[in-house]
């Protein structure tokens, strides 16, 4: 007697699934944000932004690259006094 009652009731509550809802949600079409139509420039400008000031900045502050003393320092004698 209770198998045909919760079988109408589960059959009235509507369960989708995931395929279902993705299917779904892929046929409403919405217009494009701010995001859709200027996020892929945005990035692309800011990259290139940082590069081109990286590069600048690394290039005219005059950073003696080579730090490395090998081959610069010669060893003095040693003195025993």
């Known amino acids: 007697i209770m198998f045909p009652l919760v ?5 009235s509550i509507r369960i989708r699934s995931i395929q ?3 299917t779904r949600q892929n046929h409403s079409k919405h217009p494009p944000d701010f995001h859709d ?3 892929n420039i945005l ?3 800011g990259t290139a932004f940082c ?5 600048s ?4 502050i005059g950073i003696g690259w080579n730090l490395s ?6 060893p003095e004698e040693w003195n025993d006094e």
């Open 7 to 11: 079988r109408n009731a589960l059959s």
């Open 20 to 22: 279902q809802i993705r």
């Open 37 to 39: 139509k200027y996020g």
């Open 43 to 45: 990035l692309a400008g």
């Open 51 to 55: 590069l081109v000031a990286w590069v």
């Open 57 to 60: 900045i690394a290039t005219q």
């Open 69 to 74: 003393p090998v081959g610069r320092v010669t």
